[in-house]
C-alpha cells in the first residue's frame, strides 16, 4: 500500500477535526447519541492534534 500524500492526510485530519466541533452542535438537536460515537470522535480529535504537531 501507497503511502497517503500529505495534502491529502492533512484534509483527512481537518475534516476528523471540523467533525468533531459539529458533533457537539449536532447533539444539541439530536436528543439520543451513541457514547460509543462521542468515544470515537474524541480519539479522532486527540489524534488529528497529535498528528498535525507530528507534521510541524
Known amino acids: 500500500m501507497k503511502p497517503?500524500?500529505?495534502?491529502i492526510f492533512c484534509a483527512s485530519?481537518?475534516?476528523?477535526?471540523?467533525?468533531?466541533?459539529?458533533?457537539p452542535?449536532?447533539?444539541?438537536?439530536?436528543v439520543s447519541h451513541s457514547a460509543v460515537t462521542?468515544?470515537?470522535?474524541?480519539?479522532?480529535?486527540?489524534?488529528?492534534f497529535l498528528l498535525i504537531g507530528v507534521m510541524l
Open 38 to 48: 462521542e468515544a470515537v470522535l474524541v480519539g479522532n480529535v486527540v489524534m488529528g
Open 13 to 23: 485530519t481537518v475534516a476528523t477535526d471540523v467533525a468533531a466541533v459539529i458533533a
Open 4 to 7: 497517503m500524500p500529505a495534502p
Open 25 to 30: 452542535l449536532l447533539r444539541s438537536v439530536v
